[in-house]
């Protein structure tokens, strides 16, 4: 009786005991969560969010007179999608971005989808002149009446110019200018000056494939032909879709390349951007022999495996002394972007990046890597010939640099059949891993413990994967961290992996763990930014 009467009383004091310190971690939980604003933890420290309301696709970015100028689908009314504005914010190195007025509103005729714009250097619109050329965007009108009605045929296109550099524009009075032929997802329209065959070219997601269309004044258009159906993914249907030619890196030959969002159906479920190489005559696009031999093996090829990247487009109108291919894309997913644990603004862009079109062993690929300007931001550098990696190792914590903005390369050497993981954490136990699962042939993100993750069964359910074929034994990696984003680029960007996340507070230290067999890391630069 009395040893009972003991045992009870223990189990109380153990159970007070447990009680009071678990309440005094909440409180400290709760305490350092309150300390931070919405801002502090989430707002991005060098990605382009807007100040308020909901953002999804990047549209018509174009160059002109040393600024780049991004739109984006915006509704500045709340932080979830609704009637479609284009947002509209410059740049003069698409890294720091001023938010401008509002550049398009809905109107009687529909709210604003996806579209691009073009630099009418000839004044072919007849809507400036050759002194003052007008930049000319195509955008999605979407008639939410005929479309409540039950109607299919509620997508058109339509036109509007700008006479200021893209300030404000004023919507052509004859729109549409390429109706609806009766197909329920018909849009998106991207234009490119094709200077090879001197024409305005323009692409349209139609369902499940896209429209080739050619203009000599933007306004009327001829649709030319047609690709994609049953060839590369439809899990889901085809959104803003990109074409233009590129040259073949280290060669003089050039092809054309379609990039071409979907949603859903990507390769970690949800949204993501496939791409085709192949040859195009001026009116008909080819997949290219190769290319059509990889997309067998592959079935399809993706510019980002991370589950945040989507509706990415490329920017016009830049110069051939540049020469570049310059894209942005949406950094969220449709799976959970309405719902992700921000409440002023919701999502941010893509780190600008450089798009090249590789040819290795006959295999055509498109890499992506940070745009160099990004260089121009490097506050500090940590430097590192050599790390040899034994067991879990800190690479670096809070005291010698800001987590939250830093761009990180390495190379990884001595890589066996393991698994390495490299891991942004703090005291919270959230972290953010990536890395190489050598046995099963993956790269991976795991964001399973990163922070806020239950606003959406689908942001955390599963690691995110990019699978490779042939093995290795080095790796070059590139890393770029933001408050709430990670961009990984192996081999110079021949794989991507872009994703999301939301910790409870700041991570405070880079670390790496490797399962069995000791590697090395060299050449390890750590660059903080400065924003
Ligand atoms: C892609 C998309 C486009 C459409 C826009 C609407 O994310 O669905 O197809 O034009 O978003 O906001």
Redesign the pocket.
């Known amino acids: 009786m009395i040893q009972i009467r003991n045992i009870k009383r223990l189990v109380l004091i153990i159970n007070v005991f447990l009680f009071a310190s678990l309440y005094s971690c909440k409180e400290i939980h709760m305490l350092d969560t309150k300390a931070y604003t919405e801002d502090d933890l989430y707002r991005s420290n060098f990605h382009f969010s807007p100040k308020k309301g909901w953002m999804?696709?990047p549209n018509g970015m174009f160059y002109k007179n040393g600024y780049y100028h991004l739109y984006f689908?915006y509704y500045p009314d709340s932080n979830v999608?609704g009637p479609?504005h284009w947002g509209h914010a410059i740049s003069t190195d698409m890294i720091t971005w001023t938010e401008k007025p509002i550049a398009l509103y809905p109107d009687e005729k529909g709210?604003i989808?996806?579209?691009s714009a073009v630099v009418d250097e000839k004044n072919t619109s007849g809507f400036g002149t050759l002194e003052n050329p007008p930049i000319v965007a195509m955008?999605?009108y979407?008639d939410m009446v005929r479309e409540k009605a039950g109607e299919i045929n509620y997508q058109s296109q339509g036109i509007a110019y700008s006479l200021n550099e893209g300030l404000t524009w004023t919507k052509y009075e004859q729109n549409p200018v390429i109706k609806n032929p009766n197909i329920k997802?018909f849009?998106?329209p991207k234009i490119t000056w094709d200077a090879i065959h001197q024409q305005w070219l323009l692409v349209l997601?139609a369902g499940d494939k896209v429209h080739f269309y050619i203009s000599k004044n933007l306004k009327d258009w001829e649709k030319q032909s047609e690709f994609g159906r049953g060839i590369g993914a439809h899990g889901g249907?085809w959104?803003?879709p990109d074409f233009f030619p590129m040259i073949v890196e280290g060669s003089d030959d050039y092809k054309w390349v379609l990039l071409q969002?979907i949603?859903p159906g990507g390769p970690n479920g949800g949204?993501a951007t496939q791409y085709f190489v192949g040859d195009f005559d001026g009116k008909k696009f080819t997949l290219d022999e190769s290319f059509l031999q990889d997309l067998k093996q592959e079935k399809s090829l993706w510019l980002d495996y991370g589950r945040d990247n989507?509706?990415g487009v490329t920017f016009s109108n830049i110069s051939e002394v540049d020469g570049r291919k310059l894209f942005i894309g949406?950094m969220s997913n449709?799976d959970y972007a309405q719902k992700v644990p921000t409440d002023k603004w919701r999502s941010s862009m893509t780190i600008a990046r450089e798009l090249k079109l590789l040819k290795e062993d006959k295999q055509y690929k498109l890499s992506s890597e940070p745009v160099k300007e990004l260089k121009n931001y490097i506050s500090k550098t940590i430097k590192k010939d050599v790390l040899k990696i034994k067991k879990e190792t800190i690479i670096i914590d809070k005291s010698m640099v800001d987590l939250s903005r830093l761009d990180i390369h390495f190379t990884m050497k001595d890589l066996k059949k393991d698994n390495y993981t490299f891991s942004f954490s703090n005291k919270f136990n959230n972290s953010i891993r990536f890395g190489i699962n050598k046995k099963e042939k993956y790269f991976f993100i795991d964001r399973k413990n990163s922070g806020i993750v239950s606003f959406s069964d689908n942001f955390s359910n599963q690691i995110t994967k990019a699978p490779f074929s042939v093995d290795f034994d080095k790796v070059d990696v590139r890393v770029i961290v933001d408050k709430t984003s990670i961009e990984v680029f192996y081999n110079n960007g021949k794989t991507v992996m872009t994703e999301i996340f939301f910790p409870e507070k700041p991570m405070e230290k880079f670390s790496v763990t490797k399962e069995n067999s000791n590697f090395k890391i060299e050449n390890l630069i750590i660059n903080q930014l400065k924003f």
């Open positions: 999804n696709d689908q999608w479609m709210y989808f996806s579209g955008f999605t979407h997802d849009r998106d997601a249907v959104e803003c969002s949603n949204s989507y509706a949406w449709w």
